[in-house]
């Protein structure tokens, strides 16, 4: 099970929005020493897309604002110097087995 | 660049089974081992459903095994997800999806289609 938090956050532009992850069980692979562990961006109306993968790596286009951490059963999306095109919903994902997502969190403007 | 794009009936009845199919352009089908669906009832979270490789290899979502079948067809570059004895329950947007190989493991989806909602109602 992934349980994210908060379920809203609403955060001023310019600041900092962190949301948190965390999985019922370890994510983190022995065989590779990678945690599976994935981060999605959908705004309204729009289809999922990816930010993070393996917990801290960003996707090909993606600011450079948004960064993944964490390890294990926890973990951080973190969005600096948030713009008003950041408003989303936003989940992770687990692929260590059946995968499984966060509940979502919306992110608004303040 | 890989597109994907879910086509079927946009209503089925209750009892009923829910038959979609997505094609993948811009690519061989053959060129990426998994493919997935996902699912999200109206204003609700992201659900996967169910996973096939382009060999016809088969994974489901344990909650939902016994009424999905996940099947493709190289020939024509598309897979295909059938939901059997559907109710209120499964009505959502259903997600075609991009799955990366994690080398024998599950994988994060890179690549959406824009999705298709099914609603369930008499």
């Known amino acids: ?110 | 660049q890989v597109q994907l794009q879910e086509s079927g009936p946009g209503l089925v009845k209750p009892s009923g089974t829910l038959s979609l199919t997505c094609d993948v352009s811009g690519g061989s089908i053959t060129s990426n081992k998994w493919w997935s669906w996902v699912r999200q009832p109206p204003g609700k979270g992201l659900e996967w459903i169910a996973e096939i490789s382009h060999s016809g290899s088969t994974n489901y979502n344990p909650s939902l095994r016994g009424r999905v079948t996940i099947s493709v067809d190289k020939s024509k570059n598309q897979f295909s997800l059938k939901l059997n004895s559907v109710t209120a329950a499964d009505t959502a947007v259903y997600y075609c999806a991009r799955e990366y190989d994690s080398d024998g493991y599950y994988g994060y989806f890179d690549c959406w289609g824009q999705g298709t909602l099914v609603t369930v109602s008499s």
Not at chain 1, 36 to 59: M, N
């Open chain 1, 1 to 110: 099970v992934m349980t994210q938090s908060p379920d809203t956050l609403a955060v001023s532009p310019g600041e900092t929005a962190t949301i948190n992850c965390q999985s019922s069980q370890s994510v983190l692979h022995s065989s590779d020493n990678k945690n599976y562990l994935s981060w999605y961006q959908q705004k309204s109306g729009q289809v999922p897309k990816l930010l993070i993968k393996w917990a801290s790596t960003r996707e090909s286009g993606v600011p450079d604002r948004f960064s993944g951490s964490g390890s294990g059963t926890d973990f951080t999306l973190t969005i600096s110097s948030l713009q008003a095109e950041d408003v989303a919903v936003y989940y992770c994902q687990q692929y260590y087995k059946t995968p499984t997502f966060g509940q979502g969190t919306k992110v608004e403007i303040k």
